[in-house]
C-alpha cells in the first residue's frame, strides 16, 4: 500500500533502523522509544492488524513472532529458551487501543522493569 507508512519503510521509501530481517518479516527501532529497547516487528506483507492476518496467513503471524523473540535474544533480553530478563510483546489494536499506524506491528519492550497493568 502506497499510502501505510510501513509498507514504504519495506520498500526502502523511508528510512528505518533495521536490526533484523527475514524474507517475510522487518524489525527496526521505534522512533520514539518508550523504554531501552523498543523494535516494532512487521510482516513485510500489508495486514492491518493481528486479527486479520491470523485469518489470512496464520504462518506469517508465527514468523513475526518468532522475529519478535529472535529480537529479543539479540539485545540481550531473553535466552534461546526465553528466560530472564525478558521483554513484553504488545500490539495496539484499533482506537482505543491507540493504534496509530494501520499496518501490523508487535512492539518488543524491553531493558527496564515493566509496569502492570499497562496505561
Ligand atoms: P501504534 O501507536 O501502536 O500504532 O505504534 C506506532 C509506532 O510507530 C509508534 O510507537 C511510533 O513511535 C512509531 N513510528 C512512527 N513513525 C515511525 C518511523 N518513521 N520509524 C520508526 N517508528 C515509527
Ligand atoms: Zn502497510
Known amino acids: 500500500m502506497s499510502d ?20 517475510r518479516t522487518l524489525a527496526f527501532r521505534d522512533i520514539n522509544p518508550q523504554a531501552p529497547t523498543h523494535v516494532l516487528v512487521i510482516p513485510k506483507d500489508h495486514h492491518a492488524t493481528a486479527g486479520l492476518l491470523v485469518g489470512a496467513d496464520p ?49 518488543v519492550l524491553g531493558g527496564r522493569p515493566m509496569r502492570w497493568p499497562p496505561g
Do not use: K, W
Not at 501505510?4 to 519495506?10: H, P, S
Open 4 to 23: 501505510c507508512l510501513f509498507c514504504r519503510m519495506v520498500a526502502g521509501e523511508i528510512p528505518a533502523d533495521v536490526v533484523h530481517e527475514t524474507d
Open 59 to 107: 504462518q506469517l503471524l508465527v514468523d513475526v513472532v518468532a522475529a519478535a523473540h529472535a529480537v529479543a535474544v539479540q539485545e540481550g533480553l531473553a535466552t534461546e529458551d526465553g528466560s530472564e530478563p525478558g521483554y513484553r510483546i504488545v500490539t495496539n489494536t484499533g482506537p482505543q487501543a491507540g493504534q496509530t499506524v494501520h499496518h501490523l506491528h508487535l512492539h
